[in-house]
């Protein structure tokens, strides 16, 4: 089981300790704002579409 699952495991038993330092962290907005976010987002589901397709 990976981090992420061991974390959320440990919140739903109530020792969320752990799980809410990530809360805390902050994150880093995208470059180049919404609307190149949606872009890329858009070109790679094309991407991976075509590549299911082949």
Do not use: C, N, W
Not at 11 to 36: C, E, K
């Amino acid at each position: 089981m990976g981090l992420a699952g061991k974390l959320i495991a440990e919140a739903i038993d109530g020792q969320a300790s752990r799980f809410d330092v990530f809360g805390r962290i902050r994150h880093r907005d995208f470059p180049g704002g919404a609307l190149l976010r949606t872009l890329a987002f858009v070109l790679a589901m094309a991407r991976y579409r075509m590549k299911d397709l082949l």
